[in-house]
Nanobody, 115 residues
Framework: QVQLVESGGGLVQPGGSLKLSCAASGNIFSIYFMGWYRQAPGKQRELVATITSGGRTNYADFVKGRFTISRDNVKNTVYLQMNSLKPEDTAVYYC?????????WGQGTQVTVSS
C-alpha cells in the first residue's frame, strides 16, 4: 500500500507560478513511476508529467517548457513546479504512483488560474 498526500494548490493569476508537492508513505521502495495528472471540469483526466525512480522525466506537450517535475528520494516527495500558468491549466491535480500493476492516487489539489 502507498499513501499519497498532495499540497500546494490554490488561486493564481495568469502568468504566475505554483509548486505542488506530493508526499508518499507506505511501501515506497516499490514505487517506480510517480507523476502528476489533472482533470478539468467536464474533461477526462490527463497526464501532465512523470518521473521514474532513476529521475527520467516525461511531459505532456502542453506543459513542456513551463512545468518541471522533480523528486526528493530522501523526503519521498515529488514536486511539480508550474510557471507561466494559463487559465486552461485550471484543474484538479492528482499525484500518481505506480507499483507493479497497481496505480495509487492522491486526493487531488485544486489549481485555479484566473485574474
Amino acid at each position: 500500500q502507498v499513501q499519497l498526500v498532495e499540497s500546494g494548490g490554490g488561486l493564481v493569476q495568469p502568468g504566475g507560478s505554483l509548486k505542488l508537492s506530493c508526499a508518499a508513505s507506505g511501501n515506497i521502495f516499490s514505487i517506480y513511476f510517480m507523476g502528476w495528472y489533472r482533470q478539468a471540469p467536464g474533461k477526462q483526466r490527463e497526464l501532465v508529467a512523470t518521473i521514474t525512480s532513476g529521475g527520467r522525466t516525461n511531459y505532456a506537450d502542453f506543459v513542456k517548457g513551463r512545468f518541471t517535475i522533480s523528486r526528493d528520494n530522501v523526503k519521498n516527495t515529488v514536486y511539480l513546479q508550474m510557471n507561466s500558468l494559463k487559465p486552461e491549466d485550471t484543474a484538479v491535480y492528482y499525484c500518481n504512483a505506480v507499483v507493479g500493476p497497481v496505480n495509487y492516487w492522491g486526493q487531488g489539489t485544486q489549481v485555479t488560474v484566473s485574474s
